[in-house]
């Protein structure tokens, strides 16, 4: 078995990677973290990024509103990490747990492309991302994870770096770190 760390960076132009975290081991809760070393600072300054989370009917575009179940949820990404956020929609500042039947996995799509129909900055809206609006053009929903997927497959190569389980964070000893507390929160299944 490899660590999630282990696996090879691509270099290769017009890919996206796609990563799968089994995010049940986390759940109930309000929020979770991941590492995801393949976020670069090259990576956060420089390529659209998605987030979908895996429900039993559904991947649902992050961030997003569930009305339906009373939450709404944030992604925050950062050099090595991302971090998910579950809010009331009443408020939307109390924590909502999200129940364990709910949610299975994450799925990131990192998009590595210099195609003018792929690159755009994801962070600048629906409405005036490149992106956004080529895939509005093109009859491509955005929130609707395979159409994404289907569209960006036919203008660049899938990389699946693979399907990696998020496991509960242990808590560290307030003495020296051991060589257990150092091991990685995520392993790479079979």
Same mark, same amino acid.
């Given at each position: 078995?490899?660590?999630?760390?282990?696996?090879?960076?691509?270099?290769?132009?017009?890919?996206?990677?796609?990563?799968?975290?089994?995010?049940?081991?986390?759940?109930?809760?309000?929020?979770?973290?991941?590492?995801?070393?393949?976020?670069?600072?090259?990576?956060?300054?420089?390529?659209?990024?998605?987030?979908?989370?895996?429900?039993?009917?559904?991947?649902?575009?992050?961030?997003?509103?569930?009305?339906?179940?009373?939450?709404?949820?944030?992604?925050?990404?950062?050099?090595?990490?991302?971090?998910?956020?579950?809010?009331?929609?009443?408020d939307g500042?109390s924590n +909502?747990?999200?129940?364990?039947?709910?949610? #299975?996995? /994450?799925?990131? &799509?990192?998009? $590595? =492309?210099?195609?003018?129909?792929?690159?755009?900055?994801?962070?600048?809206?629906?409405?005036?991302?490149?992106?956004?609006?080529?895939?509005?053009?093109?009859?491509?929903?955005?929130?609707?994870?395979?159409?994404?997927?289907?569209?960006?497959?036919?203008?660049?190569?899938?990389?699946?770096?693979?399907? +990696?389980?998020?496991?509960?964070?242990?808590? #560290?000893? /307030?003495?020296? &770190?051991?060589? $257990? =507390?150092?091991?990685?929160?995520?392993?790479?299944?079979?």
């Open positions: 078995m490899r660590s999630h760390e282990d696996t090879p960076q691509s270099s290769t132009q017009n890919t996206v990677e796609l990563l799968s975290f089994d995010i049940r081991e986390q759940l109930p809760g309000w929020s979770f973290t991941l590492d995801v070393p393949q976020i670069t600072e090259n990576i956060l300054r420089n390529n659209p990024i998605l987030f979908y989370l895996e429900s039993e009917n559904s991947c649902l575009k992050l961030p997003l509103n569930n009305p339906a179940m009373g939450y709404k949820v944030n992604v925050y990404k950062n050099v090595g990490k991302v971090y998910v956020t579950f809010k009331s929609i009443k500042v +909502f747990y999200v129940p364990t039947w709910h949610l #299975k996995k /994450l799925k990131v &799509l990192i998009i $590595k =492309s210099d195609d003018s129909r792929v690159n755009g900055n994801w962070e600048t809206g629906s409405n005036t991302s490149m992106i956004h609006k080529n895939l509005k053009k093109s009859g491509i929903n955005i929130n609707d994870y395979e159409d994404v997927l289907g569209y960006v497959s036919n203008i660049a190569s899938i990389d699946f770096k693979g399907h +990696f389980i998020a496991k509960m964070p242990t808590k #560290k000893s /307030l003495g020296s &770190l051991s060589s $257990k =507390s150092k091991e990685h929160t995520l392993c790479h299944s079979a």
